[in-house]
C-alpha cells in the first residue's frame, strides 16, 4: 500500500503538477512543442503537455537601455562624450525568439554604432542646440533595424553631452565676451535715450517759465541741508521774467554803479 502511494506521490509531482503553471500580466509565454513554437500564451493559469512541451517566457514592460560614455565625433572634428538613453517595449515575442539570439545586446551595441553616425553629421554648436532632434533621429534609426525583431523602440534622449576641458574654457570665454557685449550695449543704448531727452529738456528750457521752475526746484532740493549757506546769481533776464522788477531794477543800477567807478 505504501509503495502505490508513493508511487502516486512521485507521478503526481513530476507529471501532474509540472503540467500547471501561471502567466503574469506583464510576461507572455511560448509554448515550443519538439522543437516548434505552438502558440504565445498570455495572462492565467495554464496546462501543458509535461516532457514534450517547454515554456519560455518574455517580459513585455519597458526596459531600459543605456548607452553611457560614448565617444564621438562631431561634423567639424571635436571629440565629445555621450550620454543616451533608449526605451523599448516587446511587441511580437514570436519574432523577437526567431529573428535574434540576444536582443539586449543587439539593441545596444546598434545604438551605440547608431549615435556615432548621428553625431557626426552635426557641428557642435547645432549639436547642443538641436538635442531633441538627435534624439529623435537615433530612436528612428534604431526602430527601423529593430522593427524585424518584434521590438519597439518608445523612446531615446540624450541625458548628456561632455567636452573636452579647453573646449569649456573657450565656451566660458565666449559667454563672458557676449555678456560683455550685451552690457556695453545697453549702456550705449541708455545714454542715447538719455541725450535725447537732455536735448529736450534744453530746449524746453528756453522758455523763461520753465527755467523758473527749474530753478526753484534746484534751491528746493539744496535747501534741504539747513548747514547750507546758498548763494544764487540769477540773470536779469531771468529775474524780469518771473517779474521781479524791482530787484531787477536795483541790480541793474548797482551794475551801472559798479561800471563809473572803475571808470
Known amino acids: 500500500?505504501?509503495?502505490?502511494?508513493?508511487?502516486?506521490?512521485?507521478?503526481?509531482?513530476?507529471?501532474?503538477?509540472?503540467?500547471f503553471y501561471v502567466v503574469p500580466q506583464?510576461?507572455?509565454?511560448?509554448?515550443?512543442?519538439?522543437?516548434?513554437?505552438?502558440?504565445?500564451?498570455?495572462?492565467?493559469?495554464?496546462l501543458r503537455i509535461p516532457i514534450i512541451d517547454s515554456l519560455q517566457r518574455i517580459d513585455i514592460r519597458t526596459q531600459t537601455i543605456d548607452l553611457m560614455g560614448q565617444q564621438a565625433i562631431t561634423k567639424d572634428n571635436i571629440s565629445v562624450i555621450i550620454d543616451a538613453v533608449v526605451f523599448m517595449k516587446i511587441e511580437d515575442p514570436e519574432k523577437l525568439i526567431l529573428q535574434i539570439q540576444d536582443y539586449r545586446v543587439s539593441v545596444n551595441k546598434y545604438a551605440q554604432t547608431a549615435i556615432r553616425n548621428i553625431i557626426g553629421t552635426y557641428d557642435l554648436d547645432d549639436l547642443l542646440e538641436n538635442r531633441e532632434e538627435v534624439a529623435i533621429k537615433l530612436k528612428e534609426e534604431i526602430d527601423l533595424l529593430v522593427k524585424d525583431w518584434g521590438i519597439d523602440i518608445t523612446r531615446a534622449g540624450l541625458q548628456d553631452?561632455?567636452?573636452?576641458?579647453?573646449?569649456?574654457?573657450?565656451?566660458?570665454?565666449?559667454?563672458?565676451?557676449?555678456?560683455?557685449?550685451?552690457?556695453?550695449?545697453?549702456?550705449?543704448?541708455?545714454?542715447?535715450?538719455?541725450?535725447?531727452?537732455?536735448?529736450?529738456?534744453?530746449?524746453?528750457?528756453?522758455?523763461?517759465?520753465?527755467?523758473?521752475?527749474?530753478?526753484?526746484?534746484?534751491?528746493?532740493?539744496?535747501s534741504k541741508d539747513q548747514s547750507n549757506t546758498i548763494i544764487l546769481a540769477l540773470p536779469l533776464e531771468t529775474l524780469r521774467s518771473a517779474g521781479i522788477q524791482g530787484v531787477a531794477s536795483m541790480a541793474s543800477i548797482q551794475s551801472k554803479e559798479y561800471k563809473t567807478t572803475r571808470a
Do not use: Y
Not at 1 to 19: C, D, H, K, N, R
Not at 26 to 46: D, Q, S, Y
Open 1 to 19: 500500500m505504501w509503495i502505490w502511494l508513493g508511487l502516486i506521490l512521485v507521478i503526481v509531482s513530476t507529471i501532474i503538477l509540472p503540467a
Open 26 to 46: 506583464w510576461e507572455r509565454v511560448a509554448i515550443i512543442r519538439l522543437g516548434k513554437i505552438e502558440n504565445i500564451i498570455e495572462t492565467g493559469l495554464h
Open 161 to 222: 553631452i561632455s567636452l573636452p576641458a579647453d573646449m569649456k574654457r573657450a565656451f566660458a570665454v565666449q559667454a563672458e565676451a557676449e555678456r560683455e557685449s550685451r552690457a556695453i550695449q545697453i549702456k550705449a543704448n541708455a545714454e542715447l535715450q538719455a541725450s535725447h531727452k537732455l536735448k529736450a529738456a534744453a530746449m524746453n528750457m528756453t522758455d523763461p517759465n520753465a527755467m523758473q521752475l527749474r530753478i526753484l526746484s534746484t534751491i528746493n532740493d539744496v
